[in-house]
Nanobody, 114 residues
């Protein structure tokens, strides 16, 4: 019924930019808190940032000033704009609707090379 699908991952050089999308179905994404998380190989899942139903965003210190979360109401889509990418940003990125229950996407892989 509810599905979140991430896209936009890939290989990018350090200092470059990438925009991830999270397309939702079965749920109105703009009416809920949406979070972005990432998991690097061999590491635990890490919170990246979130956006509230009112559009208020907050970010982990590791990405603050470089990443921006936004939404598109018409497309029922959340975005993660990633700028000034670093090697340590390499991870599988997930979006999640912070409802009860939570709904997670399948993830999209981001690899940052130097």
């Amino acid at each position: 019924q509810v599905q979140l699908v991430e896209s936009g991952g890939g290989l990018v050089q350090a200092g470059g930019s990438l925009r991830l999308a999270c397309v939702a179905s079965g749920i109105t994404i703009t009416r809920n808190v949406v979070g972005w998380y990432r998991q690097a190989p061999g590491k635990q899942r890490e919170w990246v940032g979130s956006i509230s139903a009112g559009g208020i965003t907050n970010y982990a210190n590791a990405v603050k000033g470089r990443f921006t979360i936004s939404r598109d109401d018409a497309l029922n889509t959340a975005y993660l704009q990633m700028n000034s990418l670093k090697a340590e940003d390499t991870a599988v990125y997930y979006c999640v609707a912070l409802t009860t229950p939570q709904y997670w996407g399948q993830g999209t892989r981001v690899t940052v090379s130097s």
